[in-house]
């Protein structure tokens, strides 16, 4: 699976932005999506998932309450809504598709990353 991340910039804190992953080369629905951040100087870091068994979301507790993960399979997507942004979700993200249905942490394909950086 070919995975590519978009939406990403700069952001004042207290803003929005709206992260969104295309995949191509194979279906998405049988897959759990996630995504990873990775901080400068941090190791990368799962923060988001949901499953394609009922749609189960996950989130790391750094985000929960301000992001949201949706999925399309239709459209081949899935999105990450992330509101009320700070300096310390400055990082790269991505897209991910796990090793099995349900949200395991467990990565199998990666997306390039988008650079999210949270400034005043």
């Known amino acids: 699976v070919q995975l590519a991340e978009s939406g990403g910039g700069v952001v004042q804190p207290g803003g929005s932005l709206r992260l969104s992953c295309k995949a191509s080369?194979?279906?998405?629905?049988?897959?759990?999506l996630a995504w990873f951040r990775q901080a400068p100087g941090k190791e990368r870091l799962g923060i988001s998932c949901i499953s394609n068994v009922d749609g189960i979301t996950v989130y790391d507790d750094s985000v929960r309450g301000r992001f949201t993960i949706s999925r399309d399979d239709d459209k081949n997507t899935v999105s990450l809504q992330m509101n009320n942004l700070s300096p310390e979700d400055t990082a790269v993200y991505y897209c991910?598709?796990?090793?099995?249905?349900?949200?395991?942490?467990?990565?199998?394909?990666w997306g390039q990353g988008t650079q999210v950086t949270v400034s005043s």
């Open positions: 991910v598709t796990e090793v099995a249905a349900y949200c395991s942490g467990v990565a199998l394909d």
């Open positions: 080369g194979e279906n998405l629905d049988h897959y759990a």
